[in-house]
């Protein structure tokens, strides 16, 4: 089967840095997605990775290793509006969408 | 990037009555887009595929019967939940796959449905 796993919950503190990570097994890759979800709110694209490597955009960047099944999400400076659930989705061979069930992000002064 | 428009935001309606939720791509035509529900607290769950001119593709578990998808143009796809319970009161989105062959997803606001 196809599944996607990343911790359910992370604590940090204002300033600081934090990975979440994500592993994935699914029937094919076409790419990684990160994206942030505030409460009440539809997601917002963050990252997207096909290819190994650390793709950086401002605070945040994010990793791939396909030979391990493996992404993790870099976010740097954090800051309160930071706290959000984040998702990590795998593209598989039918270009579908597979979702993960989120890392819930909370931000402490 | 491409903007996926939702309407309505929110909905509160009675039991046993149908609720229409839209899903307009503004400015790039979608051939396919995706509906998703997600309980609080928990992840997205795609509901089904939505194709241009053709029927939609339910996932395993979702009553085609009850959750109508029409997909009349490549702007819009529509999600009716027909005789709505309780159990129904969800958040609803959907998204569209980015134009081109792109392979990034835009998601509408989303539509947090209550049933009383």
């Known amino acids: 089967g196809q599944n996607i796993d990343q911790p359910t919950e992370m604590t940090a503190t204002e300033g600081a840095i934090v990975q979440i990570n994500c592993t994935y097994q699914?029937?094919?890759?076409?790419?990684l997605f990160w994206y942030q979800q505030h409460a009440g709110e539809a997601p917002t694209f963050l990252s997207y990775n096909v290819l190994d490597g650390l793709e950086e955009k401002g605070r945040f960047s994010s990793f791939l290793s396909r030979s391990k099944g493996y992404s993790y999400l870099l976010l740097k400076e954090l800051q309160m509006k930071d706290s959000a659930s984040y998702l990590c989705a795998v593209m598989d061979s039918n270009y579908q969408l597979i979702w993960g069930a989120g890392t819930k992000l909370i931000i402490k002064p | 990037g491409a903007v996926v428009s939702q309407h309505p935001s929110w909905v509160i309606c009675k039991s046993g009555t149908s609720v229409k939720i839209e899903c307009r791509s503004l400015d790039f035509q979608a051939t396919t887009m995706f509906w998703y529900r997600q309980f609080p607290k928990q992840s997205l769950m795609l509901m089904a595929t939505?194709?241009?001119?053709?029927?939609?593709?339910?996932e395993q578990g979702v009553e085609k019967d009850k959750f109508l998808i029409n997909h009349a143009s490549l702007t819009l796809s529509t999600l009716t939940v027909t005789s709505a319970h309780p159990e129904d009161s969800s958040f609803y989105i959907c998204?569209?796959?980015?134009?081109?062959?792109?392979?990034?997803?835009?998601f509408g606001q989303g539509t947090r449905l209550t049933v009383v």
């Open positions: 998204s569209a796959r980015a134009p081109k062959g792109g392979t990034e997803a835009f």
């Open positions: 939505s194709n241009e001119g053709s029927k939609a593709t339910y």
């Open positions: 699914t029937s094919g890759f076409n790419g």
